[in-house]
């Protein structure tokens, strides 16, 4: 009776410990390698719009942390990360797939760019009129009225009279 005890009292020790090597530490859960492909999937607790690697409430999402811990364990089985994403998807569907952002973000400033030169150019021209600069053509100085040159002549010749 004592040996039967001692039996199923080391193969519960056994159990538990072989339980205790093969759960997995924060650490592990918090991997890049588990960043990686948490990166790629949203967050599905509803009070957030995080990817898996949401810290909300210390890393005790409801959601994320038993994610990351399946992640983990298919990563150790050998699953590839585009395994992991699509087993995801194929249990929770499409809305759960965080597809990576858009690579042509540095175009955006050189669009917005080309597009004030443009606008500039369209409101200098639209200023000085539609046509493009004529040169005017030398026909000699402006006809004066004979009077009105006289009346402009005298008016001269007063105001330099009174400086003498």
């Given at each position: ?44 607790c509803g009070s957030c719009n995080e990817n ?60 917005a760019l080309a597009l004030g030169a443009l ?46």
């Amino acid at each position: 009776m004592y040996r039967i005890k001692l039996s199923v009292l080391l193969s519960v020790l056994f159990l538990v410990g072989a339980i205790g090597i093969r759960a997995q530490t924060e650490a592990q859960i918090e991997s890049d390698e588990v960043k990686r492909v948490g990166s790629h999937l949203n967050c599905q607790c509803g009070s957030c719009n995080e990817n898996l690697n949401c810290m909300m409430s210390a890393g005790q999402c409801h959601f994320c942390k038993p994610a990351r811990t399946k992640i983990y364990g298919m990563q150790t089985s050998g699953m590839s990360d585009s395994a992991i994403i699509a087993s995801f998807v194929m249990e929770y569907g499409q809305k759960i797939f965080r597809p990576d952002p858009n690579s042509y973000f540095w175009v955006i400033p050189y669009v917005a760019l080309a597009l004030g030169a443009l606008a500039m150019v369209y409101a200098v021209r639209r200023m000085m009129g539609h046509h493009p600069m004529k040169p005017v053509p030398a026909s000699g100085p402006p006809e004066i009225d004979d009077a009105e040159y006289a009346r402009y002549r005298d008016a001269i010749e007063k105001d330099t009279d009174k400086l003498d």
